[in-house]
């Protein structure tokens, strides 16, 4: 991973335009397009929700989960997320050639269900990512506090595909955009990744490993930081162009947050 330190905002499309140019020159990365993540603050970690849980969950103890609560979540929304039984997922699970090419080939069990989930903030081993860059410069600044000794961290992932895996092997796939889930993937224009790794079986994998000098590896990731003071510039910058709380989420709280953010971080006479 290429850590990129920035003074201002200006300076992110012209670091964006090298890596795109460095990006096409590579072979072994011009198959897919560049997936982008905004993170409020540059010291945390890149982990998904579930490793805040639970690090290296078994995958088919987190499918008997996510199971268990569907009925509770169908009957509050009165939305129906059919997904294989758990007998089958484990049987599958056992055969290793077989499940990891149903996960390289985006068969990944319940992966609609799990992108809703999600959204609504439960515990998931999916990352999400954004096809666009300011889209994840909203998230990287929206809920940052300005602090001149604080930065916002937005990650830029170029993955390649890789002809095989085994034992022992950390594995990253790259997940949507053409599923049917909640709404919000369409607005955030997002794309998930899953690392899993295969001892006897399958696991979640944190994405340290991914990245770590001396492996193979699967794909290139740059972070770039940004001070937290330009946080009231680029926020007013994207609100121009209706990218906000309420463009990203469409609810009425996210409503509230776009006013509020008008109201009393742009107008100085407040």
Known sequence: MEERNLNAWEDFDKVLTEIRTQRQNS???????????GQEDSCWQLQTTLDRKIQRAIFTEYYRVIGSVRPLIETLTNTEWPIPDYPEVCKDAKDFDKFSMDLWC????????MAYLRHHGFPSPLLDWTRSPYIAAFFAFNKATVDSKRRVAIYILSEKAIKSEGNGMSVLRRYGP??????????????????TIFDSEFRFQNYDSIFEPGRLQQGFCWKITLPTTERTKVLG???SYNLNAFSLFGSEDSMMEMLATREFDFKKNV
């Not at 985006?106 to 269900?113: D, N």
């Not at 053409?178 to 690392?195: A, F, I």
């Open 106 to 113: 985006g068969r990944c069990p319940g992966y609609a269900y």
């Open 178 to 195: 053409y599923v049917r889930t909640h709404r919000r993937h369409v607005l955030q224009q997002s794309e998930y990744t899953l690392c």
């Open 237 to 239: 910058l994207l609100d």
């Open 27 to 37: 072979p072994d990365h011009a198959h897919s397009s560049l997936l982008f993540r």
